[in-house]
């Protein structure tokens, strides 16, 4: 799994708008952004909701 693209991610949305869309606190993705490992709660969210301009597949990466 590429963390580094869900940072770059998170890094481009709204932070308030985009932790009301996955159903986690603001201060979540505050400390996402600076730097923190998204935990596999937010990650599933993530997945779970499918924000538009994620990619999933560039996420997963290459499966082998």
Not at 15 to 24: C, M, P, Q, S, W
Not at 32 to 55: A, C, M, W
């Amino acid at each position: 799994m590429n963390y580094e693209y869900i940072r770059e991610f998170i890094a481009k949305v709204p932070t308030y708008k985009f932790a009301r869309l996955i159903g986690v606190h603001p201060s979540t993705i505050f400390r996402i952004k600076q730097g923190k490992q998204p935990s596999p709660g937010v990650i599933l969210r993530i997945l779970e909701t499918k924000p538009q301009g994620f990619e999933i597949e560039r996420f997963l990466g290459e499966i082998k």
